[in-house]
Structures are given as C-alpha cells and as structure tokens.
C-alpha cells in the first residue's frame, strides 16, 4: 500500500484526483504502477487502476492475471471494477472506501453480482484514513482555490 499511496501523492502533484494503484504477483513482485492521469491523458478512462492493469498485462503477457494482487487507494469505480473482473485478478486490496462512486462495497457490488464471472478475493479498509486524507485534502485545496 506504501507504493500505492506514493502513486497517489505523485498524481496530486500533477493536479490528477489523488489514487494510486501497484500490481504484484504471487511472490510480491511488482509488475506495474500508476496514479490517475485522467487530466493529464485527457481521457476519462486514465484510472490508476486500468492504467496499472494494463501496464502489468503488457509486462507479463498472456490474457489475464489470476494470481496477482492490484493494491489501490480508493475503492475501485464500475469501469476499474470491471477491468479486475474481465483481467481475472486474484486479490484486491484497497483503501479507502467510496460511497458516491465505488463499486465493490458500494453502488452496483459487482463483484456480487451473478453476471460477473470472476470474483477476485477482496481486502478493504487497509490503511483507510490515510488514503481518505490525500483525497479530502485534495479536495479541500480544490474548493479553496
């Protein structure tokens, strides 16, 4: 979660929502990293999330990647909760919780859905207040500036 959250300060730097997400398989090596660059891309889909699941696909070849874990920030959205699914990832850690706009505790809960295919085992809540302060401080700027 360090080096998500580290992600995720850097993507504040750049003006971006601050959320990062790291891809590790089974031995705990990491194959990507990413913070959001929706602003930077100009691209709606420029989720830390996808951004990290296509970079690790890309490093590791093959279709999917079931025996990997994605390490977020924020509880990941319908779009990044769907990529976990189609990816078939194995484990999802994430921090902070998202009840406007998550999709895993919150909104749709694909992942208990009867449609979704693939469930990947699911972590919520670690390092929780840390990552819900880089995103209320973010924010808080926002509205200040």
């Known amino acids: ?33 990413a913070g959001n660059e929706v602003e930077t891309r100009q691209d709606p889909t420029a989720h830390a999330e996808f951004l990290a699941l296509s970079a690790a696909h890309a490093a590791r070849g093959g279709k999917y990647l079931t025996d990997c874990t994605l390490t977020v920030t924020l509880e990941p959205c319908a779009l990044c909760a769907g990529a976990i699914a189609s990816f078939r990832l194995g484990r999802l850690v994430f921090g902070a919780y998202d009840p406007k706009t998550g999709a895993v505790e919150h909104g749709p809960r ?16 670690v390092r929780e207040q840390e990552s819900a302060a880089l995103l209320k401080a973010f924010f808080e700027a926002k509205r200040d500036a």
């Open 110 to 125: 694909l992942f208990t859905q009867p449609t979704t295919h693939h469930k990947p085992e699911v972590i919520g809540g």
């Open 1 to 33: 979660m360090q080096r998500a959250l580290d992600e995720a300060r850097r993507a504040a730097l750049a003006g971006e929502v601050p959320v990062g997400a790291v891809i590790t398989d089974s031995t705990g090596n990491v194959l990507a990293s």
